[in-house]
């Protein structure tokens, strides 16, 4: 005989002491456990994909680039950011030097980014040198110069 009593929530058995348990009864129960903790444990809606884990895990990266004096240099990372803020170790943001305007940080997303930098998949490049027909100088790549490069996933 099946369980008089059912629980309220997942309908499982709840026998009392005079019902007689059956295997059948048993096997119906782990059905529906497995058939509900199932669609809970892969619902993607409730829970975070490993994907989203990872971000909420390590949101951001941040990492130093020295500079080489070159018109630019490539940072590699092991993910594809979002957003990368970089600026120049113990300088200002921005300054201006000789009549022009030196670029001592910068953004990028995605989408596009400020002078002095680019964002392709997961290579950041910094630039170094004088931007043409403007009064800007990107010095994101000064022979000997650290930046501090954060980058958010």
Partial sequence: MASTNRTPNLGLNSWLETDRPK????????????????????????HLTQSEKNKVDEPFKVTIAYGTGESSTGIHLDFEPSLVIAFKKDGPLFEYANAKNKINSAIATKRGSSNGIALSSDLVTLYQGAVPDTSYINNMNELYAQYIVIAFK
């Fill in 23 to 46: 295997r059948v009864d048993f096997v119906s129960d782990n059905s529906i456990i497995d058939s509900v903790l199932g669609s809970h444990i892969t619902d993607t809606v409730s």
